[in-house]
């Protein structure tokens, strides 16, 4: 079922699987729809694991909904020491798309923390919405406007990759960055030469080639 990342949808799949008679379901994918399923989920006794959800919103409770990543406060925080630590970025932007706002809002938050605590600045976050109309010429301008020295974006590939193409028009050295959503095949295909360098964070080893990985 594809909930199409609407809350009305994504109810309606639930409650169909639920009358099959499923004993658990694998999903959802995005932190929003996981945080409208999990009271559902608890209702209907369903158990729901989402493999990519990491909104710290569902943090700590005893409830029916079970993931398999850490939350996003402790990658947005490992993100922004990164950043600063090692690639000696000082100054940041951040893109979120609010239709995961349970998620990206989240991530900047954590991140925001985190730079600062290490002496860095976020400058700018600007919000967009995928499901509404974008103009990614002016996000790119908000994002570059106090000449940061990373751009981060938390958002999909496919809105990244276009707003990295414009970043990269105006700003064509800056480093750029993403949050584990971004971080999918279709970056690099739909991005092309504005996402050469790019960083993003991966939560396995995408190579690795040991038996106890391929097995």
Same mark, same amino acid.
């Given at each position: 079922?594809?909930?199409?990342?609407?809350?009305?949808?994504?109810?309606?799949?639930?409650?169909?699987?639920?009358?099959?008679?499923?004993?658990?379901?694998?999903?959802?994918?995005?932190?929003?729809?996981?945080?409208?399923?999990?009271?559902?989920?608890?209702?209907?006794?369903?158990?729901?694991?989402?493999?990519?959800?990491?909104? @710290?919103?569902?943090?700590? !409770?005893?409830? %029916?909904?079970?993931?398999?990543?850490?939350?996003?406060?402790?990658?947005?925080?490992?993100?922004?020491?990164? %950043?600063?630590?090692?690639?000696? !970025?000082?100054?940041?932007?951040?893109?979120?798309?609010?239709?995961? %706002?349970?998620?990206?809002?989240?991530?900047?938050?954590?991140?925001?923390?985190?730079?600062?605590?290490? /002496?860095? !600045? +976020?400058?700018?976050?600007?919000?967009?919405?995928? +499901?509404?109309?974008?103009?990614?010429?002016?996000?790119?301008?908000?994002?570059?406007?106090?000449?940061?020295?990373? +751009?981060?974006?938390? @958002?999909?590939?496919?809105?990244?990759?276009?707003?990295?193409?414009?970043?990269? /028009?105006?700003?064509?050295?800056?480093?750029?960055?993403?949050?584990?959503?971004?971080?999918?095949?279709?970056?690099?295909?739909?991005?092309?030469?504005?996402?050469?360098?790019?960083?993003?964070?991966?939560?396995?080893? !995408? %190579?690795?080639?040991?038996?106890?990985?391929?097995?």
């Amino acid at each position: 079922r594809d909930d199409f990342q609407d809350e009305s949808i994504a109810k309606e799949a639930f409650q169909d699987l639920v009358q099959l008679g499923v004993a658990g379901i694998v999903g959802p994918m995005t932190s929003s729809m996981a945080v409208t399923l999990a009271p559902l989920a608890d209702a209907a006794q369903r158990v729901i694991i989402s493999p990519t959800a990491v909104t @710290s919103e569902l943090s700590g !409770r005893d409830d %029916h909904f079970f993931r398999v990543l850490a939350s996003a406060d402790e990658y947005a925080a490992e993100a922004a020491r990164h %950043h600063h630590r090692i690639l000696g !970025r000082r100054q940041a932007a951040i893109a979120i798309d609010t239709a995961n %706002h349970n998620y990206t809002n989240n991530w900047a938050t954590h991140y925001k923390e985190a730079f600062e605590r290490e /002496g860095g !600045r +976020v400058s700018t976050i600007a919000s967009f919405s995928s +499901v509404g109309d974008k103009n990614y010429e002016q996000i790119a301008s908000q994002l570059v406007a106090d000449s940061p020295d990373i +751009v981060i974006l938390v @958002s999909s590939s496919v809105d990244a990759s276009l707003i990295a193409e414009k970043v990269r /028009g105006k700003l064509p050295d800056i480093q750029i960055a993403g949050s584990a959503w971004t971080a999918t095949e279709q970056l690099v295909r739909l991005g092309g030469p504005a996402v050469e360098g790019m960083q993003v964070e991966q939560f396995f080893d !995408r %190579h690795d080639k040991s038996a106890r990985y391929t097995h």
